[in-house]
């Protein structure tokens, strides 16, 4: 069996609430060919954005079973109250309907804003208990009411971790909005290539500062792309504990959570070298397949020589993981970090 860990799908235009589009916070044109934001649109010019059409890509691909994430777009970092729970019911809502009406092929992901806490404890409950739903999504930073961007590892978001190991969560932590955080120009899709990356770095640091994956024991975090530069920082964040201990008093050694059981990372990091190194580090157990399907920096056909699990076959070529190896990032570690023991699928081809 083959497992997607990391996946998304667009709702249809007119499942998209009429206030999302009159207030520019988020919508998709009738004709389906860009999606849009403020001012900030992206063309649909990739296959299996829409759930008809993600089936369909996911049997030309022999993908059995995908995990959907909540859409960036959706974190809702700096919105009103009102229009954040508003837009977050609906995304939630939205992910229950495709995990409901196709159980076999999809489970589904839900998104909490940090800034609102009474809601996010409460909308966690009603997702978890109403909703069925066994995925929170956080992003890796959200703007708190001083209008101060923190990492969703910072003690602020203790309450949300502590329900979610009372409900026994997997928890995907993922980038976004880094260019409202960097005084950076926003050219050559800088903020995509080398900041989301850099955004996952912090909050990992964080993470295993706190040491939050053993303090908070019964969820399952997984860190999206492959925590690609936080792995690959490793060595410094040793250097600069070991180095400057006054900085880190009461803080844990990084050392102690590499590989930790509870830690999990996708394999969307883009070529073999880096699969390599990121095996070598956290532990082949710790690593997930993710696609980031449909869009163009995931694993998707169309662009380059990319297709989807691109980077594992690579790695498998070359002897860097082995067959068997690569079976498990495709199907046990992903039932592993979900929490579940197996899928019955009874109906594939839906």
Known sequence: MRINAHGHILPEPHQIPDFMRKKKLFWIDK????????????????????????????????????????????????????????????????????????????????????????????????CVNELGLKVLCLPTHFLNNKNEWLSTAEPDVD??????????????????????????????????????????????HLFTLRDLPNKYSN????????????????????????????????????????GHKNLYFDTLVHDSHTLDLLKKRVGLSQIVMGLDDPFPLGEIDGVGTSYPGRALDYAIETGMITQAEGKKIWHKNVLNWLGMKSLKLSNLKH
């Open 219 to 258: 969820m399952r975090t997984n860190f999206a792309h492959g925590g690609m530069l936080g792995i690959a920082n490793y060595g410094r964040r040793i250097q600069g504990f070991d180095g400057r201990p006054d900085i880190f008093e009461e803080l844990e050694n990084p050392r102690k959570t590499l």
């Open 159 to 204: 309450p949300i971790y502590e329900l979610a190991d009372k409900h026994k969560l997997a928890v995907q932590i993922h980038p976004y909005d880094g260019e409202k955080m960097v005084a950076l120009k926003n050219q050559y899709w800088r903020f995509h290539l080398v900041w989301m990356m850099a955004q996952c770095a912090d909050t990992l």
């Open 31 to 126: 004709d389906k060919r860009f999606m849009r934001q403020g001012n900030w649109s992206r063309p649909i010019n990739f296959s299996g954005g829409f759930v008809n059409e993600k089936v369909e890509w996911m049997n030309k691909y022999n993908i059995d079973h995908a995990v959907m994430l909540c859409l960036s777009q959706l974190y809702c970092n700096g919105w009103k109250e009102q229009d954040c729970k508003d837009a977050i019911t609906f995304q939630n809502d939205f992910n229950a309907s495709i995990q409901n009406d196709y159980p076999d092929r999809f489970t589904c992901g839900f998104v909490v804003q940090p800034l609102y806490m009474n809601h996010a404890l409460n909308e966690i409950d009603r």
